[in-house]
């Protein structure tokens, strides 16, 4: 069974502060794992797909990595609009289903 | 924007009624999925489509039926409404064609009293 999980739950940083969000993964065969934001009351919104190990991409302050077991999301100079829920999904070749992690909510200090 | 449209946005219906969820997209995407998002569990899979009368379930689909009679409607039904069904159920549509983006609605929160 594919399975997702984020860690951590929550954090808070200072604005300014660098840090990193992860997403382990279990799924045989992946397709393609993905980052989302989403903002309170609001739909998730699309930030990047990862395809395979060792692909990085990069969105203004946000840069996100993959290994063979987990993803990472990391945050250079975060700002207090980075605050938000960011959400991390699998998709395994066998299937089109894309499995979402529980997410981490991150809220940044001014 | 992917046009993601989703209806109604907001419905509070009694248990045991039947609910249906509208979907709608403008771009003809061939996949489309219903997703519901509870606090502690995160967004869950309920139903996917993957075209026009071709559908699957996902990780949650006890109690819930789907429909897609045409490309741009993919519809949610709850049979018979229960309060374990409150929730907000998003929409979303994933295009492997473009980068493999997944785009979601703006969410319909539905409360059974």
């Known amino acids: 069974e594919d399975q997702v999980t984020q860690s951590p739950e929550a954090l808070r940083l200072q604005e300014g502060e660098s840090s990193s969000l992860n997403c382990s993964y279990t799924?045989?065969?992946?397709?393609?794992l993905f980052w989302y934001r989403q903002d309170p009351g609001k739909g998730p919104e699309f930030l990047f797909t990862l395809y395979s190990a060792g692909e990085e991409k990069e969105k203004e302050r946000l840069k996100a990595t993959l290994t063979k077991k987990e993803s990472f999301l990391h945050i250079t100079a975060p700002k207090p609009e980075d605050s938000a829920t960011y959400l991390c999904?699998?998709?395994?070749?066998?299937?089109?289903?894309?499995?979402f992690g529980k997410g981490t909510r991150l809220h940044i200090l001014p | 924007d992917a046009g993601i449209t989703q209806s109604p946005r907001h419905k509070v219906t009694e248990t045991g009624t039947p609910v249906t969820l509208r979907c709608h997209q403008t771009?003809?995407?061939?996949?489309m999925y219903w997703y519901r998002q509870d606090p502690g569990h995160g967004l869950r899979l309920i139903h996917y489509s993957y075209g026009v009368k071709d559908t699957d379930k996902g990780e949650v689909s006890d109690g819930y039926s789907v429909s897609r009679s045409k490309t741009e409607d993919f519809l949610l039904t709850l049979e018979s409404a229960t309060s374990s069904q409150t929730s907000v159920y998003f929409c979303a549509i994933w295009n492997p064609d473009r980068r493999y983006e997944q785009y979601f609605g703006p969410g319909t929160r539905l409360t059974v009293t």
């Open positions: 999904a699998v998709q395994a070749h066998r299937d089109d289903k894309i499995i």
């Open positions: 771009e003809n995407h061939r996949y």
């Open positions: 799924v045989s065969g992946l397709r393609g």
